[in-house]
């Protein structure tokens, strides 16, 4: 059965004609009485969101009226008349009124000082709708990203490239680092302030401070995916590693440093699950985890995964592994006989073909000829 979108649940989806026909006129009867002389100040003045838009083309275009409108209601500027959305005093109000009311304005207001200062000021990111003028006046930019930090990529070249400005950004919101210029991104103070909020905007970082121990820290202290985007010396140092893998183990797959990632499994065989798939493709890491636990030896990638040494000596440490053989080793003569060594229960697991290829095979001329 056809259901019309946005029909509330349980209503008769069917609509009469006299049911469309009586909300036509309903509707029209609004703009006839915006535009009828005694009804139009009451409605415009109790029902403004609702009537101004059916107000008259007379109406829309009325300084008088848009100006009192809009004191009420700043974004109904967008439905004045041209002419009237580029008065610079009915933009003023409408923007005191609803910041956001600033989109709609004018290129003319866009490239007014005052205006667009009121604006930014309770909404930052009106900056992005400013001239470009504005967006390379220190003052307009100052106030936009104390309010909105993100703000800040709407600023000029120049502004995001400015010290004081960025560390006002990232003070609001460390997120904004990702707009800064080279300067501030090679600031240790503007970093500082930033990753201290958000640890993973160190990847915005310069190179120079993301091989800056103290910074490093203060990052993977926010946050532990931080240590992503620190450099390879600092990704094999055992107190960053630590600070990182204690809040995830998922950090695990950023570090580099073999020697880091054996003691963490000899710590928790977990840990081998959560390393990268080179690092979990290493034979020695791999009989290192398998050693700790031979559940391990599901996380096994490619080449340890398919050593013929490694599997036998997971087997041997628990039968079960046979259950996560790859296939080029599943029906491997000794690695069966050494599961079903272990346990008659790995039968279970072999199957019939498993079970056959563990038994000795004998040649013909060892069979024995009965008499």
Not at 14 to 24: F, I, K
Request: proline share 4%; with cysteine; hydrophobic share 45%.
């Amino acid at each position: 059965m056809f259901v019309a979108c946005g029909a509330p649940s349980g209503c008769d989806t069917h609509c009469d004609r006299s049911d469309v026909h009586e909300m036509a006129d309903h509707i029209d009867s609004r703009a006839i009485l915006c535009s009828d002389e005694e009804f139009r100040p009451l409605l415009l003045s109790r029902d403004l969101s609702y009537s101004f838009p059916f107000a008259s083309p007379e109406d829309l275009s009325d300084r008088d009226v848009v100006l009192e409108v809009v004191k009420q209601n700043g974004r109904l500027l967008s439905f004045a008349g041209v002419d009237v959305s580029q008065d610079l005093e009915i933009v003023s109000e409408a923007v005191q009124q609803d910041a956001f009311a600033f989109v709609f304005a004018s290129m003319e207001a866009r490239a007014d000082r005052s205006i667009v200062l009121k604006a930014v000021a309770s909404f930052g990111g009106a900056l992005g709708y400013a001239s470009r003028e504005c967006q390379n006046d220190p003052e307009v930019v100052l106030t936009a990203v104390s309010r909105d930090g993100h703000a800040l990529q709407f600023a000029s070249d120049a502004m995001r490239d400015d010290r004081n400005i960025v560390l006002a950004a990232v003070t609001q919101s460390g997120d904004a680092l990702e707009f800064a210029g080279p300067g501030p991104c090679d600031d240790w103070y503007v970093v500082l302030a930033a990753v201290s909020q958000n640890g993973k905007v160190l990847q915005f970082a310069s190179m120079r401070l993301r091989s800056d121990h103290e910074m490093v820290t203060a990052a993977v202290a926010s946050s532990w995916q931080a240590l992503e985007f620190a450099s390879t010396e600092l990704r094999a140092e055992e107190a960053v590693v630590s600070l990182a893998v204690n809040q995830q183990w998922m950090a695990l797959v950023f570090v580099t440093d073999n020697a880091l990632l054996c003691k963490a499994l000899h710590s928790d065989w977990h840990a081998f699950e959560f390393m990268s798939m080179r690092h979990r493709g290493c034979l020695e890491l791999a009989r290192v985890a398998v050693r700790e636990c031979w559940r391990a030896y599901q996380f096994v990638a490619n080449p340890a995964r398919t050593d013929r040494n490694l599997a036998l000596e997971a087997i041997r440490n628990n039968w079960r592994v046979v259950e996560f053989l790859p296939s080029d080793l599943r029906y491997d003569p000794e690695l069966m006989s050494a599961a079903l060594v272990e346990s008659w229960q790995a039968v279970t697991l072999l199957g019939a073909r498993g079970v056959l290829a563990a038994l000795p095979q004998s040649r013909p001329s060892e069979v024995p000829v009965l008499a």
